[in-house]
């Protein structure tokens, strides 16, 4: 198989991390509930997987890093951790359903109003509407570091800076850009990381986190077990455990800790993503102008050897986007994603509401062969 659908999942995971989840699961306790052998192995696993996440993000302060089963609660516990009744809060039409669907929510319950800046044709973020609405007032400012659908990167300093001028916080979304695109929250002033471990952080599914700056007061979301402070009422304060009720995935962290040192090893983030930009970019000229062959995003303005996630979104003309997708795994192997991709304002913003897209995305393991094979195939698709 050709596996090309990693924005959702790289299925093919480097060697270490495979062996450190199996070490892990004969070998790890639970971290911060005990002083046996089992218990201080995950412990420090886990240290050394937050003081790995704060490095790659610019995290000044590790204890900062709290990790959750993916980005999608990470996100839930930022939002509702940060925004009150009746706040305003300004996000994007690029937008996942993981920031959507908790403002929605928040909207329908606690009355906070809620603002979507739009795109424009190449679903580009429209910075002078986004400017116009993140006015004084606003409590927070949630965008996406990389769209899932077009692969679009956004100017998250740019953002970041609109957001602080109104008093406003930044939350960003970094499911698609943690481990490709260059992350500082110290530099770039971001209030907010949010990360999933399972993508291009090259970890386990069910993990993931966020990453706060120093002063920001994130609120408890889920409350329970932390293993200290048991005779409290209230969940204690102390960071991370404030945002870690529960036991951690342990075995998953493990995991994530060896992708992360992977990365490490392989050049870091502008390495991996270069790569996938590379394989990404000859997708796309391959197939551009293909007749009856529509290719979504920014690419005509982005320049060779620019960072950005390694997707490649296009439809067929008269075929629906699970049909080709389905074509394309029966007959050349090649795994796609299509569909709506869990993104509906970007779709409704590009038209492709009925069709969907389909989704091919690279990864540091994907080959200039499998591009190839996978340019042959759309051309062949196409011509009918």
Known sequence: MIYLDNAATTMRKPQQVIDAVVAAMGSLGNAGRGAGAGAMGAARVVHEC????????????????????????ALNCAINGLVGEGDRVVTTVLEHNSVLRPLNRLAAERGVRVEHAGCDALGRLDMEELARLVAPGTRAVVVTGASNVTGNVVDVAAVVALA????????????????????DMAAQGIDVVCFTGHKALMGPQGTGGLAVAEGVDVRPWCVGGTGVHSFDAMQPEGWPTRLEAGTLNGHGLAGLNAGLAFIEENGGAAAMGAHEEAMARRLYEGVRDVPGVTVYGDWPEVAPGSTRPGIVALNIEGLASAEVSDLLMQGWGIATRPGAHCAPLMHKALGTVEQGVVRFSTSWFTTADEIDAAVGAVRELAAG
């Open 50 to 73: 937050r003081e790995r996440m704060a490095t790659l993000l610019g995290c000044t302060r590790a204890d900062h890093v709290a990790f959750a089963p993916n980005s999608t609660a």
């Open 164 to 183: 602080h001028a109104a008093g406003a916080l930044c939350i960003v979304d970094a499911s698609q850009s943690a481990g490709l695109l260059a992350i």
